[in-house]
């Protein structure tokens, strides 16, 4: 265990981040905790509104997360400093990514459907670090021979295909799978060859004309979100709470 630790995390550098990623995925899981018990009325926890101002958490977030930033960038890779400034980054990514959905619609939609999009965005960051720390690294070049990692141009091709491939999925509105691909590429490569969503730029462009194209990214798409919706929203619930219940509005009166 102690070689395995020494050869995979110590020696190459990634001590840091593994601090980090603890430190984000615990804040991510504390927050949460804390806003679920003040949003039930439980526990000692309360918002904080100095002056009747609400002090969101994404706030200190920021403050951590440039603190860490600059600081892990001062310190380098190695040390007790680096260690330190890399919890203090992780700890405000947390907070930041936890509000991701508000810095998006710039608006307080926690509790709402738009909120989910905070959990997908850390679920999502904690998955790709994890790909980092197991080994992958961008673009796959660390699966091509000492020979052809010396041929810049079998290097650079390399890059631009598979940012071809990204940009593609990105077009073809899938975000999840253009993301991955860029650590994965045959994940960018699969999302570039399905169709598009019917929704995204790609099929506004190129499905236009294609009535028969169009319709079969439509019945895909219907098919998937029936298929994943539940599960999705099941896991998003448990991770980060249930959404606020809109009621429906008032009947009209005869």
Do not use: C
């Not at 395995?4 to 899981?29: C, Q, R, S």
């Not at 400093?81 to 990514?97: E, K, N, P, Q, S």
């Not at 960051?125 to 052809?148: I, R």
């Amino acid at each position: 265990m102690d070689h395995w630790w020494h050869e995979n995390i110590t020696e190459p550098g990634k001590l840091p981040l593994l601090l980090a990623l603890a430190a984000f995925v615990l804040t991510f899981a504390i927050t949460r905790t804390v806003t679920r018990m003040i949003r039930a009325g439980k526990g000692p926890f309360r918002d904080i509104t100095p002056g009747g101002v609400h002090i969101h958490h994404v706030v200190p977030g920021v403050v951590l997360s440039v603190t860490g930033g600059f600081g892990a960038v001062a310190s380098g890779r190695q040390g007790v400093a680096a260690g330190i400034f890399a919890v203090v980054f992780g700890v405000g990514a947390g907070l930041v990514l936890d509000e991701f959905a508000l810095i998006l619609h710039l608006d307080d939609v926690y509790w709402t459907e738009e909120g989910r999009q905070s959990v997908e965005v850390v679920v999502l960051t904690a998955a790709l670090v994890l790909l980092v720390l197991a080994g992958f690294s961008p673009l796959g070049v660390d699966d091509v021979s000492d020979e052809e990692q010396q041929s810049r141009f079998g290097v650079i091709t390399t890059y631009a295909v598979n940012f071809g491939f990204v940009l593609i999925s990105l077009f073809k509105g899938k975000t999840r799978m253009a993301v991955l691909g860029t650590l994965v590429p045959f994940v960018a490569l699969v999302g570039a060859l399905r169709l598009a969503r019917p929704t995204s730029p790609w099929a506004r462009r190129f499905y236009r004309h294609r009535h028969r194209a169009r319709s079969r990214a439509m019945l895909r798409a219907y098919h998937h979100d029936v298929r994943w919706a539940g599960p999705r929203r099941k896991f998003q619930d448990l991770i980060g709470g249930a959404p606020d219940r809109v009621p429906p509005p008032p009947a009209p009166r005869p």
